[in-house]
């Protein structure tokens, strides 16, 4: 009996995939011959990116966006475990605190506080029998800088307790109820059992937050602080080199956010490294396996 012959292999042809990489790259050597041929002094933007000003304005940007994030993050915390608690009243304010903060405009925020003085021209604090703690002009306690941390971080910091609030959700409540059966307390509950796996949840949109707080410091060059934007607009009225002066000013924002990302990168895995340990990986095999014993047959 004659053997029957293979049947030809037939490849799949994927033009979609060539013509769509053909068009890409058509319009990145577009984009390349129009960024080349604008007018633009390529030779000046390097000595841009190292003015003294753009080296302030970076370093501004930094500053004001940790300090913002951190303070948001920490005002986070604290609105999300109310939000969270039993006591209506502390529920109803923290549902108030996100509304508000959330609901209105980060520059909006920003020319309010930087504005403050116009309704309260001086700060007090009074100490009982003993004068005041903190007695000061409103311009002073408040500077620009000031104004645009305080903006920010109040922004931020209603995005921070939706964020805390989900993770915290995240974890499941047999969990927190096995915690309370062996004698742990609500704190060393929430520390040793709740926020490691929550952490997970938290951190990539927390990291997100944060590059989206670095752009976010661009709205503080409205109310005179000096950072990237506000730095390229000073070196561009001298020179009128706008564009070149813009451009510097984007490396800039490209380096930090780029190493923003690698950071977040090495959180992420450094919190996600308890799901690869072996007694992860044991317990995943057992989970689902029914804990009652079956009827003996």
Not at 19 to 29: G, H, T
Not at 35 to 58: K, N, T
Not at 87 to 115: D, E
Request: hydrophobic share 55%; net charge positive.
């Amino acid at each position: 009996m004659a053997e029957a012959e293979p049947l030809p292999i037939v490849r799949l042809r994927h033009w979609g995939r060539w013509v769509s990489a053909a068009v890409i790259v058509a319009l990145l050597v577009l984009l390349g011959f129009a960024l080349a041929q604008a007018q633009i002094e390529w030779g000046s933007v390097p000595d841009f990116v190292f003015y003294r000003v753009m080296a302030l304005g970076l370093l501004n940007t930094v500053v004001l966006a940790v300090i913002a994030q951190a303070i948001a993050i920490v005002l986070g915390v604290l609105i999300a475990l109310l939000r969270l608690s039993a006591n209506p009243v502390a529920k109803w304010f923290a549902a108030a605190y996100i509304w508000l903060f959330r609901g209105l405009p980060v520059l909006l925020q920003i020319l309010i506080w930087y504005n403050l003085a116009l309704i309260f021209p001086t700060v007090s604090i009074p100490l009982p029998f003993c004068g005041y703690l903190v007695h000061e002009p409103t311009n002073v306690l408040i500077s620009a800088f000031t104004a645009a941390l305080l903006g920010l971080a109040l922004n931020e910091s209603a995005y921070m307790a939706e964020i805390v609030r989900a993770g915290l959700t995240s974890v499941d409540a047999g969990q927190t109820e096995a915690a309370k059966s062996i004698g742990m307390t609500p704190g060393a509950t929430l520390r040793r059992v709740v926020l490691p796996q929550a952490m997970r949840v938290i951190i990539p949109p927390t990291g997100n937050d944060f590059i989206n707080m670095l752009k976010g410091t661009s709205m503080a060059s409205v109310i005179g602080v000096t950072e990237l934007i506000h730095a390229a607009n000073n070196i561009s009225s001298n020179n009128l080199l706008v564009m070149e002066t813009l451009i510097a000013a984007a490396i800039w924002y490209m380096v930090v956010v780029t190493v923003a990302g690698i950071g977040q990168h090495y959180l992420e895995r450094s919190f996600g490294a308890a799901d690869r340990s072996p007694v992860a990986r044991v317990g995943k095999a057992f989970k689902g396996m029914p804990l009652v014993r079956g009827a003996r047959v």
